[in-house]
């Protein structure tokens, strides 16, 4: 257990460090350039890089540190409590390092432009400064995809034996239900809705409104309620029947259980891939539905042997009765 918790501890430490590192960079930028900003900073530009929107030199620092440490801890939290080795988290690695040079980058670049501007309202940014930035970002990331390794295959890839039935007397019902929680989404969704906030409050960027909604979205979806009923798999918020996703027996071909690690799947939240969607809230115990379309539907959740069994003892009685109507 400890081996395990100190891999963990290393895991975090290894995507926040760039975002560290950037804030380190924009300190000692701040620093050695302080005595020739202006006491307003332009930090938001228009689409031809003229100054719109403006931030007390005092405030720079304090919404550049928020940005920056909080942006690292939320990918910090989501790699230490991810149960993935480390080949299997190369997207996150690689995210968490383009992110944190290109916020670094455009930190940097807006006290560049300031510097010994008169006025803030005539301070620009020239727009080859974006398509740079984003170049760098994207360097920087497949450095961090490439030192990741490449990893083990994933273990959870469908077996081909038949689904387990749950018997059920002719004309007996059962209802399964279990409700799920996701540390990951709660603590993505509370840490971007108060970095919105601390934007909104502090300086006009232009993404507050936007990180407000995804965290708001992200804390929603955190706890959800999986259902097994007659009328097939249905989820929703733990706190509200709407909005719901729902699966009807008609749609399903078979069902199972596996474990899945929630980076395999695409990540935390609603994950759509070729000829998968999932909604992943924690890596673990996970149902996966094969439809008859062809495409698969996962959830991670407990207990899901007894949902899958349950399913399949459902649909084939929903066959038979349909088959019996025909």
């Not at 149960?83 to 299997?88: I, N, V, W, Y």
């Not at 249905?234 to 980076?263: D, H, N």
Request: net charge positive; hydrophobic share 55%; charged share 15%.
């Amino acid at each position: 257990m400890e081996v395990i918790v100190t891999r963990a501890w290393r895991r975090a430490a290894v995507v926040a460090l760039p975002f560290v590192l950037a804030w380190a960079a924009v300190l000692a930028v701040y620093a050695a350039l302080r005595d020739r900003l202006p006491d307003r900073l332009a930090t938001h530009f228009g689409p031809g890089g003229q100054a719109d929107g403006f931030t007390g030199l005092g405030a720079f620092l304090p919404v550049a540190t928020t940005l920056l440490l909080l942006s690292g801890l939320i990918a910090a939290a989501l790699a230490y409590r991810s149960l993935s080795a480390p080949g299997a988290q190369r997207m996150l690695v690689a995210m968490a390092y383009g992110t944190a040079v290109l916020l670094g980058y455009l930190h940097i670049v807006t006290l560049w432009v300031n510097a010994s501007a008169a006025r803030a309202a005539d301070v620009t940014l020239p727009l080859w400064h974006l398509a740079l930035s984003f170049a760098a970002a994207g360097a920087v990331g497949w450095v961090g995809w490439l030192l990741a390794g490449r990893g083990d295959a994933p273990a959870d890839e469908p077996g081909e034996e038949a689904g387990p039935r749950l018997p059920l007397a002719k004309g007996e019902a059962a209802v399964w239900t279990h409700t799920v929680g996701s540390p990951v989404l709660a603590v993505l969704g509370v840490g971007t809705t108060l970095l919105g906030v601390v934007l909104a409050v502090a300086a006009d960027t232009g993404a507050e409104t936007a990180l407000i909604v995804i965290g708001l979205i992200s804390a929603a979806l955190s706890r959800c309620r999986v259902t097994v009923d007659r009328r097939g798999l249905s989820v929703a918020p733990w706190f509200t029947p709407r909005p719901r996703l729902r699966i009807s027996l008609g749609r399903i071909k078979e069902a199972t259980s596996r474990e899945a690690r929630a980076l395999s799947l695409g990540g935390w939240g609603y994950r759509i891939q070729p000829g998968r969607s999932a909604l992943v809230l924690r890596s673990g115990d996970a149902l996966f539905l094969r439809l008859v379309t062809g495409k698969e539907f996962v959830v991670t959740v407990d207990d899901a042997a007894t949902a899958a069994a349950l399913l399949n003892t459902l649909v084939e009685r929903d066959r038979t009765a349909t088959g019996a109507r025909g």
